[in-house]
């Protein structure tokens, strides 16, 4: 783990967005041999920091999802499978509009998105407070996107829990 470097709390990027680590190379390894490669076992690597992290919290914890043509491809969502590992319970109010991934996107085009996510059908967000979590921030756009959308439909505070820091 010394090649994973932690954030300290002053060199969050984010008021609202937690993250535990800064993205450099092995991490960029790690990630793309995670996502890509499918190493799915790679998901016990940040078991208990994940876990540490949000186990106590007084939140619903929501996956950023992923579109179902890129789960196809993928074969597992790597989200999902790292709050699994990390036992902890989530639940998905969203899903995602398109398969055009924000890494695929400029900065400038990331940060003019258009809201990228719907509430699943049938979805009631109470007022209470959500936390999104996503494998990396970057722009911070999609959680940004995801936010918005769960404040409009009704949820108190949400905040956000990240992996990486880019």
Do not use: C, W
């Not at 996502?35 to 876990?51: G, M, S, T």
């Not at 579109?67 to 995602?96: G, M, W």
């Not at 959500?130 to 439909?153: E, F, P, Q, R």
Request: glycine fraction near 2%.
């Amino acid at each position: 783990m010394k090649k994973f470097k932690p954030i300290t709390p002053e060199k969050q990027k984010y008021d609202d967005v937690i993250s535990l680590y800064h993205y450099n190379l092995p991490m960029k390894d790690f990630l793309h041999q995670y996502k890509f490669f499918k190493d799915i076992v790679l998901a016990e690597v940040f078991r208990e920091q994940i876990h540490n992290f949000l186990r106590d919290k007084q939140a619903i914890i929501v996956p950023i999802p992923m579109h179902p043509e890129k789960l196809k491809q993928r074969t597992f969502a790597h989200i999902d499978e790292l709050l699994n590992v990390a036992n902890i319970p989530y639940t998905h109010f969203l899903e995602k509009k398109s398969p055009i991934t924000q890494s695929s996107k400029s900065k400038i085009e990331r940060e003019q998105s258009e809201q990228l996510f719907n509430l699943k059908p049938n979805v009631k967000i109470e007022a209470v407070h959500y936390i999104l979590v996503d494998d990396i921030v970057t722009t911070g756009t999609t959680l940004k996107l995801a936010k918005s959308l769960l404040l409009k439909a009704g949820a108190e505070k949400v905040t956000s829990f990240t992996l990486i820091q880019g």
